[in-house]
Nanobody, 116 residues
Framework: QVQLVESGGGLVQPGGSLRLSCAASGIIFSTYIMGWYRQAPGKQRDLVARIRNSGSTTYADSVKGRFTISRDNAKNMVYLQMNNLKPEETAVYYC??????????WGQGIQVTVSS
């Protein structure tokens, strides 16, 4: 049974930082592309950042220079360090594990609220 469990969300002031963590089980973690997505109310779920098993990364333009995705294959963990957060980044953040062509697993999501 595949499980992705996010942690580290919460309320932060604009300009603040949060570090999200995702613990994966039930998969051969090192063989999956790991990603973070977010979904604000009434909007679609969008990619925030992705890290391949090679360690190469992809970021949404809006977060480049502020967010950093990383993975620890020994611990089956993926992280998202978020700095200089903005109110418009308030959303539910989801962890994703993907392997082409058709495997994709999601965590339950975790709320991040950026507000003063």
């Amino acid at each position: 049974q595949v499980q992705l469990v996010e942690s580290g969300g919460g309320l932060v002031q604009p300009g603040g930082s949060l570090r999200l963590s995702c613990a994966a089980s039930g998969i051969i973690f090192s063989t999956y592309i790991m990603g973070w997505y977010r979904q604000a109310p009434g909007k679609q779920r969008d990619l925030v950042a992705r890290i391949r098993n090679s360690g190469s990364t992809t970021y949404a333009d809006s977060v480049k220079g502020r967010f950093t995705i990383s993975r620890d294959n020994a611990k089956n963990m993926v992280y998202l360090q978020m700095n200089n957060l903005k109110p418009e980044e308030t959303a539910v953040y989801y962890c994703n594990a993907q392997k082409f062509p058709s495997e994709s697993f999601w965590g339950q999501g975790i709320q991040v609220t950026v507000s003063s």
